[in-house]
């Protein structure tokens, strides 16, 4: 009976075991049962697979020698053209006809028009310029077509060729830019700011005829005398100073040059005029926009000349780049915080326009802008920032986590957005941190997107995986980072929408996959190179496609591509 | 029934002081054991998901006669062929291009006059590997035809991984 007795020990042993049970054991299994039917209750789907952020470019499957292989964003794979244009349809074509590339006539064209809608009135934005946080005026569509029209015809009538715009972020940036457009003349974008031996040597080098400017911020005098070719002026005036006589020049400085401002062109024609635009059939070419690239600080700015071809494959990438159930819409407000002499803002706000959301100006933009003042009178579903300003964002937010509940907060909002791949809820607990958070705008958690661009070799901060991560829970909204380049219309490469994980302890950064108008090659460049087995895949990066200006361009810096193909700094 | 009185009695003898009332106890202790656990597995942080690289790309190679010869499948290596100077990858096609298919002339050689004329004849390959190319003269309207058809093929399944020059040209 030796099972026998092995069993009735073992059977006193667990009836012992067992019969310890009391109200402490309860206890005990009341939590366990909680804590496993609490984390059932409280799991979320992740906003994407996380296999599709595993590898979200592909490489080609053929390389040259001393190159990598050529990497492709998902939404252009190899095979496919990349995106080259808008897919402008004439007005009642087939929604499935092949459609043109475009030029910014068509943006604001379609702006005017609305969004295309088969039943019912479409859809139009709004323009607003901030004035301060109580004055927020609204534009009408028709006086900003009048605008375009009376401008580009009085420069184009004055000989124009080459129009220079040196004006902060504002309607008439924009006005001008479109009347560039629709009447052949080439836009040249200058950084706003500068002091006049920089402005003197910009005109220079791009070799404009007209500028269209603020009084107070031109260096006039300096700028006549050095610069001789000078032909017009438009001098863009506010309300308060418009009882100034703005036309009379000073004697002995520039007589030549023919002075007039922006509110005495529009009223000096009559009412009815200039309010149909170009028609469409319209077959002259719209001319480039050449933009100014400061690649450091007191070193000369690069010129960079973009075809519209340029700026409309940018725009049409930046549309297709987000998922599109959260693309731009007639419900967003669009403001730029960003200087829109950059191509990046530039064409974030043209493709803004483009789908007919709201957009709103605001003249306190630039490099190093606070966000809570570029933001405020209006509330802005979709921002566009420098590094700079959200780097100051998150050390404020950041120094004002200070007790262990707000720490314990912040750290369970992470979790949901790295661990679970979800944007955080908003809970009790998660309330007790609204007062760290920045105030984006007059009513919080409207904004719903922030993008942010690196200059690639222009010193700008880099934002590391965690403070971006931090800059979401901050900000409840999306962060895109994209790394933008002098000869590259838009960006190279941007995070997916729903990208949110942090690698290793956060600080290393990545630039996602390549966006849909450009293709990405690591050329070996000393010890950086494309290894054998494909391990290792680093070099200086080169990129190709419709969105470069002159077709290739080498950004001049070196990068790698990571396991899951996205490019990132080495 | 003799088991159960026996066990009946053992229990009514036991002697109450004995019975564990405290906090810890040996039935605690596992219980809690489980329980940190299970919490344990359930939020612990892990890394984001991983998908191993891609195969390593191929180079593309400029070829001579000489060094495509190696390729035809024999001794592990892959299968290439040469139609009008590109270079396909015809690895996946193993069983009409390898060795043992019906096809198996092609490999590692320049098949374009071949595929011009539908045959599989040793005579449709050049036999010098050191003089120049294949030029294709003597081929009729229809054999070129038949060519591009072959080659767009070609250019839809396959991969091209090189160009094929003559001993001398680069």
């Known amino acids: 009976m030796g099972v026998g007795s092995v069993l009735n020990q073992l059977d006193a042993a667990l009836s012992d075991l067992v019969g310890q049970w009391n109200g402490y054991s309860t206890g005990i299994a009341t939590l366990l049962v909680l804590v496993i039917s609490y984390s059932i209750m409280t799991r979320v789907d992740p906003d994407i697979h996380p296999m599709l952020l595993a590898r979200q470019a592909q490489g080609s499957p053929v390389r040259q020698e001393g190159e990598s292989p050529i990497y492709r964003g998902n939404a252009a794979p190899h095979g496919m053209p990349l995106n080259s244009g808008l897919n402008v349809k004439a007005p009642g074509a087939s929604k499935w006809s092949q459609g043109r590339d475009g030029d910014l006539r068509d943006v604001w064209r379609r702006v005017v028009s609305g969004s295309p809608s088969e039943d019912g009135p479409s859809a139009k934005g709004r323009i607003l310029t901030v004035y301060g946080r109580e004055k927020v005026t609204e534009h009408k569509l028709c006086d900003i077509t009048r605008a375009i029209n009376l401008i580009g015809q009085h420069i184009s009538q004055h000989g124009g060729n080459k129009v220079a715009i040196y004006l902060p972020n504002s309607v008439e940036f924009v006005a001008t830019l479109f009347a560039c457009s629709f009447y052949g003349l080439t836009a040249v974008v200058l950084p706003f700011d500068e002091s006049s031996d920089i402005i003197v040597s910009m005109l220079q080098r791009s070799g404009a005829d007209t500028v269209v400017t603020v009084p107070g911020a031109f260096p006039f005098d300096g700028v006549v005398k050095s610069y001789p070719s000078l032909k017009q002026l438009v001098w863009v005036v506010d309300q308060g100073s418009n009882h100034m006589d703005w036309n009379e020049v000073p004697e002995g400085v520039g007589g030549k040059v023919n002075v007039s401002t922006w509110q005495d062109i529009l009223h000096d024609s009559p009412v009815t005029a200039g309010n149909e635009l170009p028609a469409e059939g319209d077959a002259k070419e719209a001319k480039d926009v050449v933009f100014f690239w400061k690649s450091r600080s007191g070193s000369l700015e690069e010129l960079v000349q973009f075809t519209q071809k340029n700026l409309v494959s940018a725009i049409s990438a930046q549309l297709t780049a987000v998922p599109t159930t959260h693309r731009f819409s007639p419900a967003d407000l669009f403001l730029s915080a960003a200087p829109l002499s950059a191509s990046f803002p530039l064409v974030l706000t043209l493709a803004a326009l483009y789908s007919n959301a709201s957009v709103a100006f605001n003249s306190v933009a630039g490099t190093s802008a606070d966000l809570a003042l570029a933001t405020q009178g209006i509330a802005p579903t979709v921002v566009v920032a420098t590094p700079q300003t959200l780097q100051k964002t998150h050390k404020e937010s950041s120094g004002k986590i200070a007790s262990l509940i707000a720490s314990t907060s912040h750290w369970i909002q992470t979790r949901s957005l790295v661990q679970n791949g979800a944007m955080p809820v908003a809970s009790f607990l998660a309330s007790y941190n609204d007062r760290v958070k920045p105030s984006v705008g007059t009513t919080p958690g409207k904004l719903r997107l922030l993008y942010v661009a690196d200059s690639a070799g222009a010193g700008t901060p880099v934002l590391s995986e965690l403070a971006l991560s931090d800059l979401r829970v901050f900000t409840g909204a999306r962060v895109i980072y994209a790394l933008t380049a002098a000869k590259v219309a838009g960006s190279v490469a941007q995070t997916q929408f729903n990208d949110y994980r942090v690698h290793g302890d956060g600080t290393g950064s990545h630039f996602g996959p390549p966006v849909s108008s450009i293709e990405v090659i690591l050329k070996d460049s000393g010890s950086h190179k494309t290894s054998d087995d494909g391990q290792k895949i680093e070099g200086e990066i080169t990129v190709r496609g419709p969105a470069v200006s002159g077709g290739v361009a080498s950004l001049g810096v070196i990068g790698k591509v990571r396991e899951d193909n996205v490019l990132a700094y080495v | ?170």
């Open chain 2, 1 to 170: 029934m003799e088991y159960v009185n026996q066990r009946i009695a053992q229990e009514a003898n036991r002697n109450p002081q004995d019975a564990f009332t405290g906090l810890i106890t040996p039935l605690n202790l596992i219980l809690a054991a489980i329980t940190l656990y299970a919490t344990y597995q359930l939020y612990k942080p892990a890394p984001p998901a991983k998908l191993p690289r891609e195969p390593p790309a191929t180079v593309f190679k400029t070829f001579t006669p000489h060094t495509l010869l190696p390729y035809n499948g024999l001794n592990n290596m892959p299968v290439y062929l040469a139609v009008r100077g590109r270079v396909f990858d015809v690895t996946s096609g193993r069983n009409f291009y390898g060795p043992g298919g019906p096809y198996e002339n092609f490999a590692g050689r320049d098949a374009s006059r071949g595929l011009a004329c539908h045959s599989f004849d040793e005579d449709m390959l050049t036999k010098d590997l050191d003089g120049p190319l294949d030029k294709l003269d003597g081929l009729g309207e229809e054999e070129f035809e038949s060519l591009r058809g072959w080659e767009e093929r070609f250019e839809s399944k396959y991969l091209v991984v090189g160009r094929l020059v003559a001993v001398g040209d680069k």
